[in-house]
Every structure is written in structure tokens, then in C-alpha cells.
T-cell receptor, first 114, second 114 residues
Framework: AQKITQTQPGMFVQEKEAVTLDCTYD???????LFWYKQPSSGEMIFLIY??????QNATEGRYSLNFQKARKSANLVISASQLGDSAMYFC???????????FGKGTRLHILP | DSGVTQTPKHLITATGQRVTLRCSPR?????VYWYQQSLDQGLQFLIQ???????AKGNILERFSAQQFPDLHSELNLSSLELGDSALYFC?????????????FGPGTRLLVL
């Protein structure tokens, strides 16, 4: 079974709109961490945001926030006021406390339209 | 510039050969992570070192090995190379042990096995 599922292979969004990228995860470990990464077309990998399973509040970093719904096992990335530079591939990942491996989803390609 | 350096940027080699990829973490970072990104397998976590010790192991093949040296730089050794090993190999570093700190990625080494 997929541990990390990103159901949107691609998305097109108008500039300045908010974007939600979906991510659901599967784990029975009570201790885990969830990550989002961005990969622009240039190929570099950029770490965006982290959410721990015991964190009481949703993580935020500038225009990025993580909508963490533990009961639904969902960790959606929200980008507010999208910009052209947000066009990239976005990966959701999980690290389980038991073995500390990091597992990635297949990614969502986001296109911001002017 | 993330402060993480990887050499070489590109590597072309033949099947059966052995190569070494090198990573220098950001100054002060104790953790080094290795990732592989290929078209077939997507993005995969290979291994993490923390202050010279192996911390977590992901989908790293037995033909691959890594180490972190006392000066904290790390090397990923790939041997008996196969066509399927062609991929982009990223190194990342972070200050601490668990992944909640920001991980800074290097530019990657693109490996082509012919």
C-alpha cells in the first residue's frame, strides 16, 4: 500500500490565488513527521515545511502552511497568494519514528498562470 | 546557494564500474542525507548519517555504501553500476538528528550509466 499519496499529478492555478496540494499518508506509528519539498524546473530541491505528529498547531512558513488533519491522515500544503515562481513539482514525504526512513509521494506538478 | 556542495555535477560511466559521489554539508550541520531521484522510482531516501554514525537507512542497494568522515563530509559509493542506477543523486544536510530542522539540499550529481 502507498504510504504517501498525492492524488493530483498536475494543477493549473491563476496567479494570486491560493493553492491547496493534497497529501494523505498511511502509518500506524504514533510518532511521525511530515514534510513538503519544492523542485523547480532547474532541478534543485527546496525544503518547505515540516509538521510533527504531536504538534498541536499547523505548521506555517511565510506563504506556506500545512493543513494537518490527523484523524483523516491528511497533510495538505496551502500556498497563499500564488506567484509565478511557485510553478514547480511539489513532493510530500513522511518520516516514521520507528525506523526514521523518509518516504516520498509521487509529486504534484503545479503551474501558475499569469 | 544552500551552502551544501556536491561533486561532481555530472558523471558518465559504464555498466559495471564504480563511482564515488561527494557531499560537503553546510558549516555546523551534523546530519547528511542522501536521496536518489529517477524516472522509474521517483524520489527515494537512501541513507542518513549523523555526526559520523549511520542514523537511518532507506532503499539503499547493497551495491551502494556511504560514510561520513570526521570533518562531516560524506561520500556515496556506487559499485557494479547498472543502467537503472542512472539518476540524480542529492545530498542534504541539517543541524540536528531528526528531520524537523530545515534540510538544505545540494545541487545534485547527475549520474548517467551507459
Amino acid at each position: 500500500a502507498q504510504k504517501i499519496t498525492q492524488t493530483q499529478p498536475g494543477m493549473f492555478v491563476q496567479e494570486k490565488e491560493a493553492v491547496t496540494l493534497d497529501c494523505t499518508y498511511d502509518t500506524s506509528d504514533p510518532s511521525y513527521g511530515l514534510f513538503w519539498y519544492k523542485q523547480p524546473s532547474s532541478g534543485e530541491m527546496i525544503f518547505l515545511i515540516y509538521q510533527g505528529s504531536y504538534d498541536q498547531q499547523n505548521a506555517t512558513e511565510g506563504r506556506y502552511s500545512l493543513n494537518f488533519q490527523k484523524a483523516r491522515k491528511s497533510a495538505n500544503l496551502v500556498i497563499s497568494a500564488s506567484q509565478l515562481g511557485d510553478s514547480a513539482m511539489y513532493f510530500c514525504a513522511m518520516r516514521e519514528g520507528g525506523d526514521d526512513k523518509i518516504i516520498f509521494g509521487k509529486g504534484t506538478r503545479l503551474h501558475i498562470l499569469p | 546557494d544552500s551552502g551544501v556542495t556536491q561533486t561532481p555535477k555530472h558523471l558518465i560511466t559504464a555498466t559495471g564500474q564504480r563511482v564515488t559521489l561527494r557531499c560537503s554539508p553546510r558549516s555546523g550541520d551534523l546530519s547528511v542525507y542522501w536521496y536518489q531521484q529517477s524516472l522509474d522510482q521517483g524520489l527515494q531516501f537512501l541513507i542518513q548519517y549523523y555526526n559520523g554514525e549511520e542514523r537511518a537507512k532507506g532503499n539503499i542497494l547493497e551495491r551502494f555504501s556511504a560514510q561520513q568522515f570526521p570533518d562531516l563530509h560524506s561520500e556515496l559509493n556506487l559499485s557494479s553500476l547498472e543502467l537503472g542506477d542512472s539518476a540524480l543523486y542529492f545530498c542534504a544536510s541539517s543541524v540536528g538528528n531528526f528531520g524537523e530542522e530545515t534540510q538544505y539540499f545540494g545541487p545534485g550529481t547527475r549520474l548517467l550509466v551507459l
